[in-house]
């Protein structure tokens, strides 16, 4: 059976690359877990994204929404520090069935969630 979900892959642009790892990094404060020419990791305790990178021209890079929520227990708090780091948000906040989320962008075009539980 099936433990946990490994890691979560996002196809990045070369051109976009060192944009998005700031954002990952250095925005959202996720911690490196490895790193190769091509692709690098980010993870902490409980999930894993691993960004890679593609050419500009290559249709796995058609940007789009991930899907991906990254959980917050403050989403007030969270938006105030993230726009302190200028994180592009794309949406307002709205009302899930899982709580209340807000949409940002990465460099690339691709949409991600920030999301604090009911």
Same mark, same amino acid.
């Given at each position: 059976?099936?433990? &946990?979900?490994? %890691?979560?892959?996002?196809?990045?642009?070369?051109? *976009?690359? +060192? +944009?998005?790892?700031?954002?990952?990094?250095?925005?959202?404060?996720?911690?490196?877990?490895?790193?190769?020419?091509?692709?690098?990791?980010?993870?902490? +305790?409980?999930? =894993?994204?691993?960004?890679?990178?593609?050419?500009?021209?290559?249709?796995?890079?058609?940007?789009?929404?991930?899907?991906?929520? *990254?959980?917050?227990?403050? /989403?007030?708090? %969270?938006? &105030?520090?993230? +726009? =302190?780091? =200028?994180?592009? *948000?794309?949406?307002?906040?709205? &009302?899930?069935? /899982?709580?209340? =989320?807000?949409?940002?962008?990465?460099?690339?075009?691709? %949409?991600?969630? /920030? /999301?604090?539980?009911?």
């Amino acid at each position: 059976m099936v433990h &946990k979900i490994a %890691t979560i892959i996002v196809p990045v642009k070369k051109r *976009f690359w +060192e +944009e998005t790892l700031g954002l990952f990094h250095d925005k959202l404060g996720l911690p490196m877990k490895e790193e190769a020419d091509n692709y690098i990791e980010f993870c902490n +305790e409980n999930s =894993s994204i691993t960004l890679i990178k593609v050419k500009d021209n290559d249709v796995k890079a058609v940007p789009g929404d991930t899907g991906i929520m *990254f959980e917050c227990p403050k /989403l007030d708090h %969270t938006i &105030k520090e993230m +726009e =302190s780091r =200028s994180l592009k *948000f794309v949406s307002k906040k709205e &009302k899930t069935v /899982l709580g209340t =989320s807000i949409k940002f962008q990465d460099p690339n075009g691709n %949409t991600y969630h /920030l /999301l604090q539980r009911k």
